[in-house]
Every structure is written in C-alpha cells, then in structure tokens.
C-alpha cells in the first residue's frame, strides 16, 4: 500500500515575524498545518540546524552582507543574516507548531562548509540527509509539503523529491515566500517544470 507523508519545512521561530530571517506571513501557516496533519500517514517536520559561523552567513565572510551572492565550491550561494544557528531560540519550533505529532524531524545545514536548502540533499545537490531512505522503507510515495520558505526550501526539497520519483504536492496557501530578485517566480517554474503539483 501506498502512504502519504506531510513534510512541513522549517516553521521556525527565525523564519517567522520578528526571527533573524523573517519571512513575511510565516506565523499564519502553523495553525492549518497543525489542522492538516491528522490527514496524512505520517508527518516530517524539518529543522534548518547551522553551527555558529556557517558558510552560508555573510557574517562568516569580510566585505559582504546579507542577500548578497558568494561563489561556493559546489556553486552560487545566497549569503544569509545568522539565523537557526543550533540550539538557539530562533532555530527552535514556531511555539504553536505541534511537534508532537511528527515521526521524524530531520535536521538540515549542519555542515560547515555546505548550504541545504533541501530535506533531501546537501546544496551540492549530492550529499543526502537520509530523508528519502527514511521514506521508502516506510513505504511513503505521496508527499505533501508546506512551510517556509516557498521559494527555498519548500521549493529545493520538492524538486528534489519529485526527481527522486515521490509524488509531490506543494500547498501554496500553507507556504510562504522570501521573493527576493525574481525568486518566487523562477521557483514556482521550476517546481512545474519538475512535475511537482502546486495545489
Ligand atoms: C531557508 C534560507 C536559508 C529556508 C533556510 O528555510 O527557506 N532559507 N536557510
Ligand atoms: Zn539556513
């Protein structure tokens, strides 16, 4: 039999309205997430999870500030303001995000050196988090995913997975957006483009 899993990203306290990165609207989408859990057979939550200093701040680099662009060895890479570094209260849950109810949070951005956008892999697009091994042997093939932020790492973890064959389902209502530079735009094409189902 086929499972469904909710994948929920990053509904974090620095993703949120007055958090270190912001994103605009994020504390809107916990309580409907919350009320869409019970529909699905399992749930995944994930934790943007950085050491202190990360590569991908622009604190960690002399001369630059957030938003600007870097070149990484693995290739172009958005610098940051410090945020979700581990342990932190701002790398914690949205307060009202139930928590209880997830299988599995999974934690990403842990390496140094490496961004991850994605629940699946590195942004080398290579290193895995072990997120799609957790997911076949539980039999899961329909994903659904929310959380923030749509046109990061909502969008990077659906590509991903709709190119690791799951079916993928974004709920653009249950998402919200950075949008800087054009960003949202090029997500939602890209994510069609992909095959994944924007809902
Ligand atoms: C995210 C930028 C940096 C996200 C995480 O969750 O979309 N964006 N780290
Ligand atoms: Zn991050």
Not at 138 to 163: K, Q
Not at 164 to 174: A, C, I, K, Y
Request: charged share 15%; hydrophobic share 45%.
């Amino acid at each position: 039999m086929s499972l469904s899993a909710l994948i929920v990203i990053d509904l974090q306290n620095d993703f949120c309205p007055s958090g270190a990165l912001a994103v605009a609207g994020g504390d809107e989408i916990v309580a409907p997430v919350n009320a869409l859990m019970a529909q699905f057979d399992a749930v995944v939550l994930t934790q943007d999870w950085h050491p202190a200093g990360h590569s991908s701040f622009a604190s960690s680099h002399k001369g630059k500030a957030p938003f600007e662009m870097i070149d990484m060895p693995y290739g172009p890479q958005v610098l940051w303001p410090d945020h979700c570094v581990q342990a932190s209260q701002g790398a914690q849950f949205h307060p009202q995000l139930d928590t209880a109810r997830a299988d599995l949070i999974i934690r990403k951005g842990y390496n140094p050196a490496i961004d991850s956008y994605s629940a699946f892999f590195e942004n080398d697009r290579a290193t895995p988090t072990g997120l799609e091994g957790y997911l076949r042997t539980r039999a899961i093939t329909r994903l659904t995913m929310v959380g923030l932020a749509l046109d990061f790492c909502v969008n990077y973890s659906a590509v991903d997975a709709a190119r690791l064959g799951f079916d993928v389902t974004v709920r653009q209502s249950l998402c919200r957006a950075i949008d800087m530079d054009g960003s949202l735009a090029a997500a939602l094409e890209g994510m069609k483009a992909a095959g994944v189902t924007l809902a």
